[in-house]
């Protein structure tokens, strides 16, 4: 069942994450770190011992903005 999916514009920095209304939070992290890799891959970071810091943060911070953004049905107590 496809419940989100993320793509980008290759050589752009444009994206977008899609997530069904079936979609839970494993759904919503797997989706925004496809988002984190694409983003710093842009940048020229790879992910490694040293990185992994950076992207947990960027990670906890997208996942943030998208549920408290757009009021995401995790806070209405939905965690599939």
């Known amino acids: 069942d496809l419940n989100g999916y993320f793509f980008a514009y ?20 797997h989706e925004c770190l496809h988002a984190v890799c694409w983003m710093t891959d842009l940048r020229g970071m790879k992910l490694s011992e040293k990185s992994e810091e950076f992207y947990t943060y960027y990670l906890g911070w997208l ?6 953004g757009a ?5 209405k107590g939905k965690t599939k």
């Open 10 to 29: 290759k050589g752009e920095s444009t994206s977008c994450i899609w997530l069904s209304d079936e979609a839970g939070a494993s759904t919503l992290a």
């Open 63 to 68: 996942m943030e903005q998208i549920i408290v």
């Open 71 to 75: 009021n995401w049905q995790l806070y």
